[in-house]
């Protein structure tokens, strides 16, 4: 969580010194959510999400340095420069985007699962979403076939309270995502997403579940993002005392919190992590600036299967 924090931070900073172009969603304050719920899954399983996407995919086991290259549009990125921060993809980690287009991500996940049951390979799919998904066609349509086809995956609705500007009262006549599970039918919970430990028991269960009887589930995690939508966005629709109230929540307090409580064995190590945490965003941010721009010639590539 803390690698997640930190690699945001450095790339705002990037972003401001303009060595970084396009968009930039920053994940800070839902990093227990991608922690809690990847940390859960086995190194083969899949992850599909939308375009908040930096920490999860560093969760999935992608490093700093892929990372923050990608950010840089440099060719040792993870896309090879070519996705930059809505796109990052790793085939290697199982890490398949990177989705812009809102909910376009659950169907193709359920199409992932599809994979797995069919060819039994025993893996199982993770979607996320944000809160402004779960309203829009293509969700509808995924979890419809989930449920009817039995897949071994996980939507995770990664509740901020907004889509964008807009607040949740004003996109949905309830507050609780999870009751959309019950149209399909398919299980569903909701879940504290600032309390890691708790993030992360939720999803082990529901991913044990969908890989020992191919059942779907609806998990969605009440959640909450410090910044603006992206990086152009000062976040004028809510108010400083809203922000601050959840900041007294911080997934990162609270996880510290919980190590000296019920992890003290762990308590020691934190000081330890956070050194090397520093190291490895310097090296991530030194490397991402000393890689190559993609050669121009090669533009084209990466369009077709066969590149
Ligand atoms: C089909 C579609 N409509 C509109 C947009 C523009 N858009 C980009 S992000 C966003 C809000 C999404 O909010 P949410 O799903 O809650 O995710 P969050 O940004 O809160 O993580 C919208 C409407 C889009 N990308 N795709
Ligand atoms: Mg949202």
């Known amino acids: ?23 930039l969603h920053l994940y800070i304050g839902q990093e227990a959510v991608g922690a809690g719920v990847i940390g859960a899954l086995r190194t083969d399983d899949y992850v599909i ?3 908040r996407i930096h920490a999860q995919y560093l969760a999935k086991g992608g490093s700093a340095r892929a990372g923050m290259a990608e950010l840089f549009g440099k060719e040792t990125g ?25 909910g ?30 779960v309203s829009i066609g293509p969700f509808h349509e995924g979890l419809c076939l989930a449920a009817l086809w039995k897949l071994p995956v996980v939507f995770v609705v990664e509740n901020n309270g907004y889509a964008m500007g807009t607040p949740l009262h004003r996109q ?37 579940r969908a890989r020992t009887e191919s059942l ?46 019920d992890f003290p064995d762990l308590a020691p190590k934190l000081d330890h992590i956070a050194k090397s945490v520093e190291e490895e965003i310097a090296d991530a941010v030194r490397f991402a600036h000393e890689s190559p721009d993609p050669d121009v010639r090669d533009v084209g590539l990466y369009t077709y299967l066969d590149d």
């Open 104 to 133: 376009e991500q659950v169907p193709i996940g359920a199409g992932l699962a599809f994979a797995s049951k069919y060819t039994g390979d025993g893996r199982v799919t993770v979607c996320f979403m944000g809160d402004g998904a």
């Open 1 to 23: 969580m803390l690698l997640m924090r930190r690699f945001e931070e450095e790339a705002a900073k990037a972003y401001t010194e303009r060595k970084i172009g396009g968009f």
């Open 172 to 208: 949905m006549s309830t507050p609780d995502a999870s009751l959309r599970a019950l149209g399909y039918p398919m299980a569903r919970a909701t879940v504290d997403g600032c309390d890691v430990v708790e993030c992360h028991e939720v999803a082990r269960e529901a991913i044990e």
């Open 78 to 102: 993870c896309a090879k420069g070519r996705g930059g921060s809505m796109h990052f993809f790793d085939r290697s980690r199982n890490f398949m985007g990177g989705w812009g287009i809102i």
């Open 216 to 261: 779907p589930m609806l998990l969605e995690f009440k959640t909450y993002r410090y910044r603006g939508h992206s990086m152009a966005d000062p976040g004028k629709y809510r108010t400083k005392e809203e922000v601050e109230r959840w900041k007294k929540r911080d997934p990162l307090i609270l996880a510290r919190e919980r190590i000296k409580d």
């Open 49 to 51: 999400s939308s375009y």
